[in-house]
């Protein structure tokens, strides 16, 4: 494994090889707020398990987690209504179609959603922690998720764009009102997605998603706090699922060319935890037909590679 010296290059020549790879991504524009992004944004972090964390590139950059927030979502249910409850709601089978799909919830036997980490399951989960939890919900995702992070100020929710994503989720709206109409999502249609979306524009950096890969990565202990955040079955479980559906219906490509556990974000951000070794995040909001960041596919593919840090 590589010095700290030696971690903070690799990451300094990815962020200068890698920030101009954008190919013809463009920032995510179906809520509207992401796209008033500077595409030209570029950082990258990694956070060891002996608890230091290095970054190089725009690392001031501050962006909402999206779809990097089910990882949340699905580690807190996960501790708090335990392994069975969740996955009597939501499968664990990667998804062939785009995250936001109708079509792939329609063709289930059962009509679950296939996994938590395409918008259906993660309504699902949303919808089981507000109404387990009711009006604390949010404060007690928001918690935990700061814990995952090491981020002791506290993260919080980015009121543009949770305003933003509201008002604009027609695709949203109807899964989690089909959803509702089969019993499926058992909770209220409108609770439910509100807490969803707060969750989706969480703030973070990549720093803090370095350090929520390097506690899955250390098997649910975080690296920054010594604190045991989830168990060690499910950090296993979370990660076993990042691992084959991290990517939406673009994770095999990911396992093909990077080969790590991750979970993307229409923000542009991908988080990976790298199991006994680290946890990388990164951050460029141009993205591909698939949502996942250009940039970030390939600089973690360099890193990957440099690092030998392939595993699934
Ligand atoms: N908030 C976004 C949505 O629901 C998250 C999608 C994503 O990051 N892929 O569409």
């Not at 608890?51 to 999206?66: E, I, K, P, W, Y």
């Not at 990667?94 to 993660?122: A, V, Y």
């Not at 089909?178 to 969750?199: A, K, N, P, Q, W």
Request: hydrophobic share 40%; proline share 4%; glycine share 10%.
């Amino acid at each position: 494994m590589e010095n700290g010296l030696d971690l903070q290059r690799i990451l300094d020549k990815t962020a200068e090889d890698c920030r101009a790879l954008t190919g013809d991504g463009k920032p995510a524009s179906y809520i509207p707020e992401l796209a008033t992004v500077n595409p030209k944004l570029f950082s990258i972090s990694a956070a060891t398990l002996d608890g230091a964390v290095l970054s190089s590139g725009d690392t001031n950059a501050r962006f909402s987690m999206q779809s990097m927030s089910k990882v949340i979502s699905l580690a807190f249910a996960l501790e708090r209504f335990g392994h069975d409850d969740v996955f009597s709601k939501v499968g664990m089978e990667p998804c062939s179609e785009p995250f936001n799909s109708i079509m792939k919830l329609e063709m289930t036997s059962n009509h679950t959603p296939l996994n938590p980490f395409i918008n259906s399951g993660s309504i699902v989960m949303a919808g089981l922690i507000a109404e387990r939890l009711g009006e604390s919900a949010l404060e007690e995702v928001l918690g935990f998720a700061s814990r995952m992070t090491g981020n002791k100020r506290g993260l919080e929710v980015n009121e543009r764009v949770y305003r933003s994503e509201s008002m604009t989720a027609d695709r949203n709206r109807s899964l989690a009102y089909f959803m509702h109409s089969i019993g499926t999502l058992s909770f209220d249609v409108e609770r439910s997605l509100d807490l969803y979306f707060r969750m989706c524009s969480i703030e973070v950096g990549t720093g803090d998603l370095a350090v929520m890969g390097a506690t899955l990565a250390n098997a649910g202990k975080s690296p920054a706090t010594g604190e045991q955040i989830t168990s060690l079955d499910n950090s296993y479980t979370v990660i076993g699922i990042m691992s084959v559906c991290g990517l939406y219906n673009e994770s095999a490509d990911f396992a093909v060319k990077v080969g790590v556990p991750a979970k993307s974000g229409v923000s542009g951000g991908i988080v990976c935890a790298v199991p006994g070794k680290m946890g990388l995040a990164v951050f460029s909001p141009p993205l591909d037909a698939g949502g996942n960041s250009v940039a970030g596919v390939k600089a973690l593919s360099g890193l990957s590679r440099q690092m030998k840090l392939r595993g699934i």
